[in-house]
């Protein structure tokens, strides 16, 4: 079984473009949502490698309540599964100083304009992310074992 990305975008034209980079370009399995509460539940129950949120999340709710990117991407952090999984912000948010903005108040990891032009680069950014990730859970766990 591929890699689990987990893509959190409420644009279904978005949602299926990424998907298709990430799986095609990248061969990941991808699962898409919009439904904050899904996207913490499946984050518990299955292994998931990375994130790839949308900042401005327009329909999205946990326990009936609006979350955006940024307060989603909160909520994923505060998640045991969460603490260091890979979360990349996607957003047409590209004004200066948005960048340094929108990964302090999420706490995610990347962040990559839209529309997204490079395909291959998304794709190895994603990787990169994964592989840092598991570098730091294979250190945790060795010092956990001894």
Do not use: W
Not at 64 to 73: N, R, Y
Not at 74 to 87: K, Q, T, Y
Not at 93 to 110: I, P, T, V, Y
Not at 118 to 127: N, P, R
Request: one cysteine or more; proline letters at 3%.
């Amino acid at each position: 079984m591929a890699d689990l990305v987990l893509v959190v975008e409420d644009d279904a034209a978005n949602a299926v473009l990424v998907e298709a980079i990430l799986s095609s370009v990248g061969g990941f399995e991808v699962a898409c949502s919009d439904d904050g509460d899904e996207v913490l539940s499946l984050i518990q129950e299955r292994p998931v490698v990375a994130v790839l949120m949308d900042v401005s999340l327009g329909r999205t709710r946990i326990a009936g309540e609006k979350v955006d990117g940024v307060e989603l991407t909160r909520r994923i952090r505060d998640l045991p599964e969460g603490i260091n999984l890979p979360v990349i912000l996607l957003t047409a948010h590209a004004m200066k100083g948005d960048r340094e903005r929108l990964l302090f108040e999420s706490s995610a990891n990347d962040y990559v304009a839209k529309p997204i032009i490079d395909q291959k680069g998304l794709v190895e950014l994603v990787g990169r992310h994964v592989r840092a990730a598991e570098t730091v859970r294979a250190e945790l766990e060795a010092r956990d074992r001894s």
